[in-house]
């Protein structure tokens, strides 16, 4: 049974710092693209971060300079660095594994609230 459990949100400080971790249950989790969503109160979820299974990365423009999204092949965890966090950064963050089509699977989202 493919399973992903996020860990590691809770309640910041605006310019503070959180890291969030996945942990991958899944078969040849290497493979998978892995990615971390977020998604506010009314509105839409959105893609924050990707990691290919070679290492490469992308972010959402909101995001680029403060947050890095990284891997660990021997341990089937996938990170989040957030750094200079914000208020609007305040939101259920999801991670996401993927790979091909069929296979695509979603996290139970750890809630990140950025606020003084």
């Known amino acids: 049974q493919v399973q992903l459990v996020e860990s590691g949100g809770g309640l910041v400080q605006p310019g503070g710092s959180l890291r969030l971790s996945c942990a991958a249950f899944?078969?040849?989790?290497?493979?998978?693209?892995m990615n971390w969503y977020r998604q506010a109160p009314g509105k839409q979820r959105e893609l924050v971060a990707v990691?290919?299974?070679?290492?490469?990365?992308n972010y959402v423009d909101s995001v680029k300079g403060r947050f890095t999204i990284s891997r660990d092949n021997d341990k089937n965890t996938v990170y989040l660095q957030m750094n200079s966090l914000k208020p609007e950064d305040t939101a259920v963050y999801y991670c996401n594994a993927r790979l091909g089509t069929g296979n695509d699977y979603w996290g139970q989202g750890t809630q990140v609230t950025v606020s003084s």
């Open positions: 899944v078969r040849f989790a290497s493979l998978y693209v």
């Open positions: 990691i290919s299974s070679g290492g490469s990365t």
